[in-house]
């Protein structure tokens, strides 16, 4: 599916050049694909399709915290894939499955879109919840209550580049937290 | 409590504006930071030979910079190209011959020459003991710092990305080593500097597959 992996190429270039909305379509974009490639990774081992959302989660965040090693004038399909497989990879063995995923089960994938037997993620909420308490407070302003970085900066009296450094650090330090499972 | 895949989505979107630094950058800075360490152990324990200004005449002698240096500078880039998941290791490979040609080229040069000292004298030579505890030691230092910088990328296979930066801390510690051994055959070199270098590389591949992970 070229035509797809060309607009997440052009999204990314636009979020790597200052555009949130770009970056936020994009997240949107790829998740229902590798929603689908989890359930497909879960469904060949014998697991329960239902724990896909947190496998997805996971993807996510190393997507995001590894994006700045995407080349920007590579293609963005290839590089997504390739950290999706490898988390996913890493998720079917954390639940005692060694599996055999193929880079082009992601780039065939149809979408899935959230169905209602998804169980819900609960890993990345749990693990939010043993943060220090700012960077917990302000993840939760961002995530939970939909608040922006100005509203949450008003609310805990911070500055804005204050909640932007607690936001990113939160966000590795859950990261970090995941993979020490 | 839940976090839908929405939410967490938004807050990612809301951290765009955060800039990682490129794996090159972190590396660089750790290997810079190390490097003082390797040098005080080095000129602590072992020091440049006495007559390095004589030797620096004898290609043989320079001849073990360049070879370590292409092992340092060729494992460095490969390093970093691995650090991009979508990365392989075909078609990069090649520069890691480069240190190899050079001793091959050394060793033909040597076998052409008239030599004072039968073969297998040069191969052994007198420091093998202290080559091979020398270039480990004095690597620990720079291969903590290359994984550390390389933790910064995400490598598809950390094993072998750990291995790499074993290589290249064995490049820049061999490079520190040179200086002080008296051993210049090119023959001493690929036997001793290589099992130096493997054995550093295997302890990168242990502590990549561990650290490396992303």
């Known amino acids: 599916m070229p035509e797809r992996e060309d607009e997440w190429t052009s999204l990314m270039r636009l979020a790597v050049s200052g555009d949130d909305a770009a970056y936020h379509r994009l997240l949107k974009a790829v998740t229902p694909v590798l929603r689908a490639a989890a359930r497909r990774g879960l469904a060949r081992s014998g697991q329960p399709v239902d724990q896909s959302e947190d496998i997805v989660q996971d993807i996510l965040l190393a997507v995001h915290l590894k994006r700045h090693t995407w080349d920007a004038d590579a293609p963005f399909g290839p590089w997504l894939f390739a950290i999706a497989r490898n988390k996913l990879i890493d998720a079917l063995r954390r639940r005692g499955r060694r599996v055999f995923v193929n880079i082009d089960d992601f780039a065939e994938t149809i979408p899935s879109e959230p169905v209602a037997e998804i169980a819900p993620a609960n890993e990345v909420a749990a693990q939010l919840q043993s943060l220090p308490a700012r960077q917990r407070e302000v993840l939760q302003s961002i995530a939970v209550d939909s608040a922006s970085i100005k509203d949450t900066a008003t609310k805990f009296a911070m500055s804005e580049g204050a909640v932007r450094v607690a936001l990113h650090r939160g966000l590795a330090s859950l990261t970090a937290r995941l993979r020490e499972r | 409590m839940t976090l839908e895949t929405d939410q967490l989505i938004r807050t990612l979107a809301a951290d765009n504006a955060h800039r990682a630094r490129p794996v090159g950058f972190a590396l660089a800075l750790a290997l810079l930071a190390a ?143 040179a200086a002080h051994c008296t051993d210049d055959s090119p023959l001493f070199v690929a036997t001793w500097y290589t099992i130096a270098t493997a054995m550093v590389a295997a302890i990168g591949a242990l502590a990549g597959s561990r650290m490396l992970r992303f």
Request: net charge positive; proline share 8%; charged share 10%.
């Open chain 2, 35 to 177: 490097a003082p360490v390797s040098l005080v152990m080095f000129f602590a324990a072992l020091g440049v030979r006495p007559d390095a200004m004589t030797a620096m005449h004898n290609p043989f002698f320079d001849l073990k910079f360049l070879v370590t240096l292409a092992l340092a500078i060729s494992a460095i880039a490969v390093s970093l190209h691995l650090s991009r998941p979508e990365a392989v290791l075909r078609g990069w490979a090649w520069l890691l011959v480069i240190p190899v040609g050079l001793l091959a080229v050394g060793i033909a040069c040597e076998m052409m020459l008239p030599q004072r000292l039968p073969m297998m004298t040069r191969l052994v030579g007198s420091n093998s003991r202290v080559c091979m505890t020398a270039i480990p030691l004095l690597s620990l230092p720079l291969l903590a710092a290359a994984l550390i910088g390389l933790r910064h990328g995400a490598p598809a296979r950390p094993a072998l990305a750990g291995a790499l930066a074993g290589m290249l801390s064995a490049g820049l510690a061999a490079t520190l080593y």
